[in-house]
């Protein structure tokens, strides 16, 4: 086996682990909250437990590790609240009135499966959960604070909302699919939630200013890489290997990466933010291997 | 002028006065965010800036002075999300799949105004948008805390989406409308949202254990009184008294309390929760008065 295949199956594995982690968590906080109405209650589980990679989430547990040596409850918590918006804005962008998709995680989609008027409230009750969760389970008020400062940041109207926003305006007849456009909604539909899923790892691991700055910038740089990938994979892919529908966003007049720069300058890009976000890593020593690989695995994703 | 009259009067103008307030502070909280995507806050102040009553910001701010002898920035912060939180509920409620509304607060609906997409995401930003502030802009982390989780769990799907969820499952042919299930309707989707408001604003002013359990009960008697009066309104108003479409709720096959126990009982109904309410309000004495009228005026709305 080579070093590559061996540093690939270290991370398949981990990253299976940290997944199993954060659907322990999600099923527990799910469990123990007994007033939610159950049709909701279904339609939650339905979407949580739909076979997600977890990658975000599992960002945050590894920042944790990466700053203190070890994962920890509140951890446990923020990769779960993670996972929970992600999960929400699945649900939201793939409504009718948005992206209009069929199937998501390789299941048909929370307004498929249930119907849109369920969907919206299942969105709406992830998002709001996300913060209940965070207020309500980490035992010190003020880091429950700041995790939710960066979530709500993150994934609001500066953030994952503006992405979305800017995604579907770029749809329309006449827009002119520029790099500088394309960047804008990349770093605010993906790039900030990863961006905000490290720090919030690095802030539960109690990590100074500097590293918590560094495990930012590895997240941005990662998340914008993630994003690339998908766009490159929407092009080249079965509904099969995906989880959901390729060439919808091509058919959709979607701005991306291949339609805008092409393929080969989309991988060479690609390339370049893998390299920057593993330089990012470099203070940490053999420590941070994990997100090197990480980085890595998300370039082979396109191979 | 009667007794009656003044009573009315200085509610008006002071609620009036509190409107003011949160609109000033829900302008300061949007204008401050300058990352906020531009068409996001076109849409974010459209639905903000419309004419609402403020009637859940204003317990907030009451219920802070009724117990701490002033409102304070906290409040006002809290009051400014609990009306975020509110709007957000209107502009997903209005959608083509849930309520399908054109006409709030006597304009177009967000959806109509904009579009469908706009809509959805624009109230994914002003929930996301309530946790932020309260995150952000509370000094004190332990009280940033509970207020986020009171706003949470009133919001969520133990709260306001469940009630939304039942109130749409229960428009379904063949469903039978009894007390039990409007009574969970509405404690849901309206009357935890009040008795949050109550609590947030009791919590701002430093309340005791004894008083916010009492302001929380007030908040839950007012709020299901006030969807009361809203059920009788739908069946007796017109569209420029309401500021939205009458006579929806009947031909939606909505479960009312005119529809289901008849107008004479609701009415009775309504009467009680109010001098429930009132009754609640004993300890505090001629302070809490400004309380005292809110509960009469809610009745009076459907005189």
Request: charge should be negative; include cysteine; hydrophobic fraction near 45%.
């Amino acid at each position: 086996m080579s070093a590559t295949h061996a540093a690939n199956s270290d991370f398949t594995a981990g990253l299976s682990c940290k997944a199993q982690l954060v659907n322990k968590t999600l099923q527990r906080l799910l469990a123990e909250r007994v007033d939610i109405d159950r049709d909701l209650k279904e339609a939650l589980s339905y979407t949580l437990e739909a076979p997600g990679k977890r990658i975000r989430a599992a960002l945050v547990l590894w920042c944790c590790e990466l700053v203190s040596g070890r994962t920890n409850p509140d951890a446990e918590i923020a990769a779960a609240a993670v996972e929970m918006v992600h999960t929400y804005s699945l649900i939201h962008d793939d409504l009718p009135a948005m992206d209009n998709d069929d199937l998501r995680r390789g299941l048909p989609t929370c307004h498929k499966a249930f119907d849109e008027a369920t969907a919206i409230l299942a969105g709406d009750a992830l998002l709001t959960l996300a913060f209940e969760v965070l207020a309500d389970e980490i035992d010190e008020p003020a880091l429950a604070v700041k995790l939710i400062s960066e979530l709500a940041q993150a994934a609001g109207s500066s953030g994952m909302v503006a992405g979305q926003m800017a995604d579907l305006k770029a749809e329309s007849p006449g827009t002119v699919g520029t790099e500088h456009l394309l960047e804008y909604i990349h770093i605010n539909k993906t790039a900030k939630m990863f961006r905000c899923a490290a720090a919030m790892g690095a802030v539960c691991g109690r990590a100074d200013e500097k590293d918590l700055n560094s495990l930012r910038e590895f997240g941005l740089k990662i998340g914008l890489g993630f994003q690339i990938a998908d766009d490159i994979l929407d092009v080249s892919s079965t509904s099969e290997q995906l989880g959901k529908t390729p060439g919808k966003d091509a058919k959709a007049g979607k701005v991306t990466y291949p339609a805008v720069v092409g393929m080969k300058k989309s991988k060479e890009l690609q390339k370049k933010l893998a390299d920057q976000a593993v330089a990012v890593l470099k203070p940490f020593g053999p420590k941070a291997d994990i997100l090197r690989q990480l980085a890595v695995a998300l370039l082979q994703r396109t191979k």
